[in-house]
């Protein structure tokens, strides 16, 4: 099994640690390299994520009794320019189930009988549902303002609901004290690696479905549960020689919570403390990403530009969206909006692609 490894001091963990960070302070990070990128190994009798399981840190058979088939989204065409990939495609309706379906693959594996987690509601729903497929008691905390449909569906999975008051990096807190006092695994999204190596497989798809990498990426960037997963597939396609270069990479923030943003256009290594105010785009509206170093040097590494989505074309965005017959939550229209407000400041940008992050229903409210 692979190990962690602290993002600060350095040291290291075996990845069986019920331990959510470093004694330090600092977050893990997997010690774990995948083989070449070769097409032959993918399991193409996997029809699930785990059909590139080869260049994934999964361990024994687990995963077998944990999926529910998430993955293999197809990738349609919006029009000639833009390419959307459809995610919320998946069994809770968005795209985290690729990340919830390695990590509870993991806790399976290591024993863990009981899981806390906070989140604005996609991620929840989707480690409530893999918990409740795993036999693994689970506890969710939201923010004040979640969708209702987004609690109930986490109810449904055998889930208990915490809301609270405040905002969602308050949620997040107080999720965390929970952790300390009562000593659970905090299955977190933005805390534990494994997440990250579940997104990965969202660009491994596009590239076996297209054959290639389309020339333009965005990304909804909050806590960077998809960002990180991308760059790290984007690397290793890079690494095996599959593609030529880096693709260009626009990361979407809200205009109304972006401290990846406006760190990014002064340079920072740390993101700048913001108040985030009231936006469609709760699902990217994290004040304080605790990823946020991490973030930044791969924006520096690879030119990404951090972008705000404007939120009075949210929903004009979705609107457009949805009379071409697809029906996103808001945060997954900014993503669009982003990309609209971008073509009419800069010109015409062809060969996107966007990713279809959650179904409509989960955000009507």
């Not at 960077?224 to 693709?247: C, D, K, Q, Y």
Request: charged share 20%; with cysteine; aromatic share 8%.
């Amino acid at each position: 099994m692979s190990s962690f490894i602290c993002t600060i001091c350095g040291q290291s963990a075996p990845a069986s640690t019920l331990q959510p960070r470093c004694g330090c302070g600092g977050l893990w990070k997997l010690d774990y390299q995948p083989p070449r990128y070769d097409p032959a190994l993918v399991d193409r009798d996997s029809w699930n994520i785990f059909r590139y399981r080869a260049f994934l840190p999964v361990v024994g058979d687990t995963w077998r009794s944990i999926s529910l088939g998430e993955g293999l989204t197809p990738v349609i065409r919006l029009d000639e320019d833009v390419l959307l990939k459809m995610d919320y495609q998946m069994p809770t309706l968005s795209f985290k189930d690729r990340g919830a379906a390695v990590l509870v693959s993991h806790c399976k594996q290591i024993g863990v009988q009981a899981v806390v987690q906070d989140s604005s509601g996609n991620a929840g729903n989707s480690v409530a549902a893999y918990c409740g497929r795993a036999g693994i008691a689970c506890e969710i905390f939201v923010p004040e303002g979640t969708s209702e449909k987004k609690i109930a569906m986490i109810k449904s999975h055998g889930a208990q609901v915490q809301v609270i008051a405040g905002s969602r990096d308050h949620c997040a807190e107080v999720c965390r004290a929970r952790v300390t006092e009562d000593g659970l695994y905090y299955a977190s999204h933005v805390y534990n690696p494994f997440f990250y190596e579940g997104t990965k497989t969202y660009l491994y798809e596009v590239y076996e479905q297209l054959g290639r990498v389309p020339a333009n990426l965005f990304i909804p960037l909050g806590n960077g549960t998809l960002f990180i997963g991308v760059v790290r597939a984007l690397e290793h396609l890079l690494a095996s020689g599959l593609i030529e270069a880096m693709p260009n990479l626009f990361a979407v923030q809200s205009e109304r919570c972006d401290p990846l943003a406006r760190a990014a256009a002064a340079g920072l290594a740390e993101p700048v403390r913001v108040v985030p105010s009231a936006t469609l785009a709760e699902g990217i509206a994290i004040g304080v990403p605790m990823r946020g170093a991490e973030i930044l040097a791969m924006v520096r590494r690879h030119a990404v530009q951090v972008i705000t989505a404007p939120e009075d074309r949210i929903l004009e965005a979705r609107a457009r969206l949805e009379a071409r017959g697809v029906y996103c939550e808001h945060t997954t229209a900014a993503t669009y909006a982003a990309l609209l407000a971008y073509a009419d400041r800069h010109g015409r940008l062809a060969d996107c692609l966007l990713p279809m992050c959650g179904a409509g229903l989960k955000s009507d409210h």
